[in-house]
């Protein structure tokens, strides 16, 4: 390297409207046509080359899940195998490769994405995962862009850390990648996730094999060309698709694992860990274990909370997708002083709010992703009706025939204890809890300790006092934390997400944390004239 390269400071990207007339609308509905039009055959991809198993699944449109979209090819371990080969031959070059050449590709794929592939992700994450237009341009496009921006520059800022030297010596610190490969696996809610959970290792010199969600592969596919068209060189990043076992169990028995990059349900992340644990005589390192995993998200009404604000919040952080969002505000607590006009204003906007085709710009939700969802998410609403302990405000209602919809429904829980309180239900399913204003306390205690996670959070009040005081005592609730604001919706480079106890290892995805748990550093003392001899002044006869 000939000189001291700087990553441009990244910004944001901006969230593109899609209003009515406008271009980027007309753009994105002729892209929809043409894929919904295609049904494509997707390979894996193994040390750069296309592998057909001949083993298919299907990829199919959750709101018209008669329409196949895609049949993909899945794994074995044979074809595991394969891929641990090929990433542990393309760790040679790539874990070498100078940092600034690394950054370079993952930044073309961002101005890619920004510019022709914006639509391609966008419709593929609609269609597949059933997100509206703007759900799918926040998460496709924006925060994709702004992983592949902010991840740079985050690694520039590990790099600049060096130790101090004193005079006659040099110390530094090289930031060498793991040794072996990191295991990524993703989730279907959000293409972003499984576009930075191998990414982000990658670009810190890892190899990785990378498992997307099976309800998910549609998307993560297209993710994968688009980096192949950024010039990420054959076998840093090998796509295999799969079932979990088939998949995972031969990658968590190889001596070559190095890492877990892990985003999806907190059983199969304890499972794995499990697994990793019984194994480690096994592995040449220990392997860095890096989860996020489930919440049951909290928003936290004080009686001085402004009570509109409060309702959107509600309707926005609980609705949103469907509600599939490890983040989504899936009970809350409001003070009974505001109990009459939070339900009046909640149920006014609910019924406002229009289900069906993500295609039909005017709905705000779509479907739920297939049909072991759509059965979970029933079998709360059921259990709900039948309780004596709950009361169904709003929704309660779903039909499978065409598409997998449900109803955005609002549960008021009578006791505290209701099982809807506890559990993540990851649907459109609110539950709330009406607490005497006089009881402030007792209901941050049952807040603080009601759920097993730890992820997101909000309190919503006007009171400064309240405010802090809420915020201190909820302080080990949620990793992300919301004053006045939804529990959802954290931006790269602004909110670095993550949450502790249940949640996962908190480690921050879109931040430096995140980014030097795929590094292994090396310190390095130069001393430029050596001592001759072995005695020390204090040796001296006098």
């Known amino acids: 390297m000939s000189g001291s390269f700087r990553i441009p400071k990244p910004i944001n990207e901006p969230v593109k409207q899609y209003a009515p007339g406008s271009p980027e609308r007309a753009s994105l509905k002729k892209k929809l046509a043409e894929m919904r039009s295609q049904e494509i055959e997707i390979p894996?991809?193994?040390?750069?080359?296309?592998?057909?198993?001949?083993?298919?699944?299907?990829c199919v449109m959750p709101h018209r899940h008669g329409h196949v979209l895609a049949k993909y090819h899945k794994a074995g371990p044979h074809e595991v195998a394969m891929a641990i080969e090929a990433a542990l031959a393309a760790h040679k070059t790539w874990s070498r490769m100078a940092w600034h050449d690394r950054a370079a590709i993952f930044l073309k794929a961002a101005e890619l994405l920004a510019g022709p592939w914006r639509d391609t992700l966008n419709a593929?994450?609609?269609?597949?995962?059933?997100?509206?237009?703007?759900?799918?341009?926040?998460?496709?496009a924006c925060e994709i862009i702004d992983f592949w921006r902010?991840?740079?520059?985050f690694m520039q800022q590990i790099y600049d850390d060096q130790p101090f030297s004193p005079l006659g010596q040099w110390n530094r610190v090289e930031y060498r990648p793991l040794e072996g490969f990191v295991f990524a696996v993703t989730p279907f809610n959000f293409t972003s996730i499984g576009a930075n959970l191998p990414t982000s290792p990658a670009l810190m010199g890892n190899t990785v094999v990378w498992k997307p969600a099976s309800t998910a592969v549609y998307s993560a596919y297209f993710t994968m060309k688009l980096l192949e068209a950024a010039g990420l060189p054959p076998g840093v990043i090998n796509f295999v698709v799969g079932s979990g076992g088939e998949v995972g169990n031969p990658v968590l028995a190889s001596e070559h694992l190095a890492g877990l990059h892990f985003t999806g349900s907190t059983a199969t992340f304890q499972a794995m860990w499990r697994t990793i644990a019984e194994n480690?005589?096994?592995?040449?390192?220990?392997?860095?274990v890096v989860g996020e995993t489930g919440g049951k998200d909290f928003v936290f009404a004080h009686a001085s909370a402004d009570v509109p604000a409060l309702v959107t919040a509600l309707v926005r952080g609980a609705f949103e997708y469907q509600g599939q969002k490890c983040s989504a505000a899936s009970r809350a607590y409001i003070p009974a002083s505001l109990w009459p006009q939070v339900k009046e204003q909640l149920l006014a906007q609910i019924a406002e709010i229009k289900v069906g085709d993500v295609e039909d710009f005017r709905n705000f939700m779509g479907a739920v992703i297939d049909r072991a969802a759509f059965d979970s998410i029933v079998s709360y609403i059921e259990y709900a009706k039948s309780s004596p302990d709950a009361e169904i405000l709003a929704g309660g209602t779903y039909d499978a025939s065409t598409g997998y919809f449900i109803q955005p429904t609002?549960?008021?829980a009578k006791d505290h204890n209701l099982k809807l309180m506890k559990e993540e239900i990851f649907g459109p399913v609110l539950t709330l809890f009406v607490y005497p204003d006089e009881k402030l306390d007792e209901a941050l205690t049952l807040c603080d300790q009601g759920s097993p996670y730890a992820l997101t959070g909000s309190v919503f009040a006007q009171d400064r006092q309240a405010i802090a005081y809420i915020t201190e005592r909820l302080r080990d609730a949620a990793g992300n934390f919301y004053i006045n604001d939804k529990p959802t919706g954290a931006v790269v480079g602004q909110q670095p997400f993550g949450g502790a106890r249940a949640s996962g290892t908190n480690d921050k995805a879109g931040s430096m944390w995140n980014l030097?748990?795929?590094?292994?550093?090396?310190?390095?003392?130069?001393?430029?004239?050596?001592?001759?001899?072995?005695a020390y002044p204090f040796m001296g006869d006098v």
């Open 280 to 288: 480690l005589p096994r592995y040449r390192s220990y392997p860095r």
């Open 150 to 153: 902010y991840n740079p520059y």
């Open 516 to 534: 030097i748990r795929w590094t292994s550093p090396r310190a390095i003392k130069e001393t430029f004239v050596p001592p001759t001899h072995f």
């Open 44 to 58: 894996l991809i193994i040390g750069g080359k296309e592998v057909r198993t001949g083993r298919l699944g299907t």
């Open 124 to 140: 593929a994450t609609m269609l597949g995962q059933s997100k509206t237009v703007f759900q799918a341009e926040i998460d496709s």
């Open 410 to 412: 609002v549960v008021l």
